[in-house]
């Protein structure tokens, strides 16, 4: 099993920045790829950023330019920089993480960002 947490949500003002953290623990060797989503109030969870074993990284169109994902591995931890904020940001943001391995699938439970304009 594998636990991810996440933290840093909070409100922020448009065009300021806010840092989520997602904290891995369990048995998390063999860790493919993890990303971050986020699921706005109405609307389905939608991807926002991935990285992989090898640094990789793609992001979607909505972010890409302003957030950044980034790994310590030795903390084993996943990072959300995100930056020049808007409100349509404003949702759940949630951690996965996906091993190739067994085909598992793990999420945290989310971290509330609110953007007011």
């Known amino acids: 099993q594998v636990q991810l947490v996440e933290s840093g949500g909070g409100f922020v003002q448009a065009g300021g920045s806010l840092r989520l953290s997602c904290a891995a623990s369990?048995?998390?060797?063999?860790?493919?790829?993890m990303d971050w989503y986020r699921q706005a109030p109405g609307n389905q969870r939608e991807f926002i950023a991935r990285i992989d074993n090898g640094a990789r990284t793609n992001y979607a169109d909505s972010v890409k330019g302003r957030f950044t994902i980034s790994r310590d591995s030795a903390k084993n931890t996943l990072y959300l920089q995100m930056n020049a904020m808007k409100p349509e940001d404003t949702a759940v943001y949630y951690c996965?993480?996906?091993?190739?391995?067994?085909?598992?699938?793990?999420w945290g439970k989310g971290t509330l960002v609110t953007v007011s304009s």
């Open positions: 369990g048995i998390i060797a063999n860790i493919n790829t």
């Open positions: 996965h993480a996906y091993r190739i391995l067994d085909g598992m699938n793990y």
